[in-house]
C-alpha cells in the first residue's frame, strides 16, 4: 500500500515537523511509486495531539529499540549521510554518536507502520501527486529510514550536531537555522569542514592548560571590573555569553573543556556556521597573525570579533592610536583586553581621560595606567572617583596620584571597601593617616593585597626571625614593600643566606630592626659580592655589617671600593658608617685633606 504523505509535514505524525525543516524537491525517490496512492488525516478524538509531541519533543516510544532495529537504523543513517557527501568512516561515526536522531526515525517507521495495520480503514484515498510524497509500506526497512531521513529536509545536519554532543532540541535549532538560511552549495560536508576549522581555530592542538588558565582568569577580571553601561551589541552579547557559561557547573572552567565550549560557542554565536571559511574567516585570521596576535585568544574572550568584516576591524584596531605610546604595539593591548575593540570600551576612553585630566593626572601618564591595566577603560568614571576620593584623605594627590595610578592602576578598580580595609589595617598597628599616605605612595600595590591571605603571612614571617611586635610598625614603615615580597622562598633564603655566614637570629633581626631595606636585597647581586669584598679584601669582620647593615645600600663598584682604596692608601682605618656614611664632601675634608671633589673624583 501507498500512503501519501504531505511534504513538510511529516515525521510520522508522532514527529511532526512542518515547521522546522523545509523538504527540499531535490530529494530523489527510492522507490518507483505504485499506480495509486492515499493520503491520511488522523481523528482528532482517537489521537491525542499532547502525545504525539510529547514523543516527537523525546525521540523516544513507548517500548525501547530492539538491537536489530538499531543495527539496522544506524546502517541506514549511514547510508544517507554517505548519499550527503560524506565518507563511509565519517557517515557511520556520526549514525553511531546520534541515538537520538535515530530513535526519532525509528519510531517514525513505527507509527506508519501501526496505521498500515490498523489506521488505513477510516483515511480517504485522494490523489495529491503534485504536493504529496510517496511512503510505501512494502519497502524495506533500511529504505523506510532513508525516505523519513529524506523528508525531514535537513540534509543530516540533525544527526551531525548531536554526534557533537549538542541535545536534540539543540541540534534541531541548529539544524533549522543553518538550513533557513545558510546557501543552497552550503553542504553537509562543507559545514562538517566548517566546524572542525572553527573548533580548531579555538582550541588549537599547541595551546595548553596554563594558556587555557591564563584567559579563564583574565576573563573573570573582565568582567568583573567592567561598571560602565554596555551600549552596543557585541559586548552584550559577550557578557551575556560569559554570564551564562558562569552559571553553568563548572562556570567558565568549561573553557578548559573544548567540547563543552565548543557547544556553549556555537549555541550562542550560531551565525558563525554561516560564514565562508575562505572569504570571511581567514582574512580576519590573518590580519589579527599580521601583528602577533594568537587569533583563539582573541576570538574566545571577544567572540563578534570573527563577525565583523575585515574594513570594521581595521577600523577599531586604528581608534587605539588615540593611547599615546600604542604605536605598533596593537597586540599587547588587545590581548590583554580584547574586549578594548568593542565600541562602548572605546568610547568610554574619553571619559577616563577626562575625569583623570581633571584630578591634575596628565595624559601621558594616564595612557600609562592604561596600557599596564587596560580594564580601566570599562570602568565608570563614577566608580573611580570614589577612590580617588579616599586617596585624597591620605593626601595622596596631584604627583602622588600620577605614581599611584602608574605603578597600580588596578587600585582605581578596587572596592572602597576593600581599600579601607588596609587602611584600618595600618591604623591598628598605629599608623597614622600621613603615614599610610607615604606608604600608599611609595607601595600602592600593597593596598590592592588582601589582609587574611597576604598580610598575615608576612607578619607571622617577620615575628619568626625573633622581631617582636613592637618593632614591626617600624620595619614596615622604613621598608613597606616586605608587605609584598615573598615570604615563601625569597626572604626566606635571605635570612638562611646571613645565618650561614655566621651570623645568630637575633643578629639578623637587629640588622632588620636597622635598616629593613635588607630583606629586598638579591643574594648574588648584592650580599654576596659585597660581604666577600668585606672579609676578603677589607679584612673587616662580618660582625661590622651588624653594627652597620646599611653598608649593603651602597655601590660596590662606585662607592665602597673607590673609599676603601683611598683610605688603604693614607694607611686610615674607620668604621664602615665613618667611611660610607658622608657625602663626597665630608669624606674629603676628613681624610684627604681637601674642601671639595671635582665631579670626576666623586667618592
Known sequence: MLVGIERNSFVPVAHRIERRFPVKSKFPNLRKPGKFHIHYFYDDKRTTPNNWQQRCRSGLGESPLSDWELREGRMAVSSFLQQMGLSLE????????SPSYLNMLVEGVRDLELLDHGANRDLELLDHANNNALFDFNLNYTDKILHIAALKGDNGKLAFFESLGFTLSSSMNLATYISSSAAPADTLPSLVNKVASIKLLLFPHNNTTATTQFLINNIRLFMRNLSISMLDEDLQHTFSFFQKLQAKRGGLNILASQDDAFRCFIETFPRLLLLSLNSHISPILNFLQHFGIPAHTLVLAFPPILLWNLQLLHTRVKAL???HGVGQDYANLMLKYPWVLSTTIQNNYKQLLAFLYSAQVPKTWIDRAVKRRPQLLGCSTSKMKLMVDEFAELGVQRKKLDQVITKSPQLLLQNPEDFLQVVLFFENMGFDKDDIGRILARCPEIFATSITNTFQRKIDFLSSICLSKAYLPLVIKKYPEVLVSDVDITLPQRIVYLMKLGLSKKEVAFMVRKFSPL???????????????????????????????????????????????????????????????????EFAAEFMGVGTLSSHDRL
Open 321 to 323: 592610536n588615540q593611547i
Open 90 to 97: 565519517e557517515s557511520d561515526s556520526i549514525a553511531s554518536n
Open 519 to 585: 630583606l629586598g636585597y638579591s643574594i648574588n647581586e648584592v650580599l654576596q659580592p659585597k660581604v666577600e669584598f668585606l672579609v676578603n679584601t677589607m679584612k673587616r669582620p662580618l660582625r661590622d655589617v651588624v653594627d652597620y647593615p646599611r653598608y649593603f645600600s651602597y655601590s660596590l663598584e662606585k662607592k665602597i671600593k673607590p673609599r676603601y682604596w683611598v683610605l688603604k692608601g693614607r694607611n686610615i682605618e674607620c668604621s664602615l658608617k665613618d667611611m660610607l656614611a658622608k657625602n663626597d664632601e
